[in-house]
Structures are given as C-alpha cells and as structure tokens.
C-alpha cells in the first residue's frame, strides 16, 4: 500500500487548499482514511478521518471549516480547508488503516503518505 499525498502550499489567512491523498496497492473505500498534521517539535495531531462507509469525524480545531471526501472512482481521499489559520501551518499526513472504521489515533494507522507541508500566512 502506498499513499501519496499532494496539494500543500502557501496560502493566506482565509484562504484555502485542497489536499489530496491517492492511494495504490488499496480500495480506499474498502478501508478507513484519515488526515493528520505535524509541527516541529509537537506530536502528530488528527485532523479529520473517512470511514469505509463515508461516515466523517472532524478535530473540533478544523470543525466547520474542513471537509474529508473520497473519490472512489479516482481512489483518493480529500481534506478540503477553508477559512484557513496561521495556527493551521504544518505538514500534512494522510494515513489508511486496515478496518473500515476510523479512529482518531495515529497509532492505530499503518499506512502513512509522505506528507505536504501547509504553510498559513498572516
């Protein structure tokens, strides 16, 4: 399984950017998908996660202005955010499981991309 993950940059506070996660060697919508972030220094943090199903959960720091989405026919996973925050700068990882439900900790995902960092300007 691979995961490559793309659509990170800079952008301005409000802004927004779509970040895509496609995956090989998995049917993403056999499986659950999930969006971290990482700041120097800090532990990887949830963002967001999709199960098999398409069922959602949000970080409440992203709620309201994120929304995770897949693309079965292009087996990609999505994390769309608007109204973007300085404090929303990090690097961006997509991760996969081996269950249709998702959870909220990175340990419990075994497939990681590569990460895109995601720089907010104020």
């Known amino acids: 399984v691979q995961l490559q993950a793309s659509g990170g940059g800079l952008v301005q506070a409000g802004g927004s950017l779509r970040l895509s996660c496609a995956a090989s060697?998995?049917?993403?919508?056999?499986?659950?998908a999930g969006w971290f972030r990482q700041v120097s220094g800090k532990e990887r943090e949830f963002v967001a996660a999709?199960?098999?199903?398409?069922?959602?959960t949000y970080a409440d720091s992203v709620k309201g202005r994120s929304t995770i989405f897949r693309d079965n026919a292009k087996n990609t996973v999505y994390l769309q955010m608007n109204s973007l925050k300085p404090e929303d700068t990090a690097v961006y990882y997509c991760?996969?499981?081996?269950?249709?439900?998702?959870?909220?900790?990175?340990?419990?995902?075994?497939?990681w991309g590569q990460g895109t960092l995601v720089t907010v300007s104020s």
């Open positions: 991760a996969s499981r081996d269950s249709r439900w998702y959870t909220s900790s990175a340990s419990n995902y075994g497939y």
């Open positions: 999709i199960s098999g199903s398409g069922t959602t």
């Open positions: 060697g998995r049917t993403f919508s056999d499986y659950a």
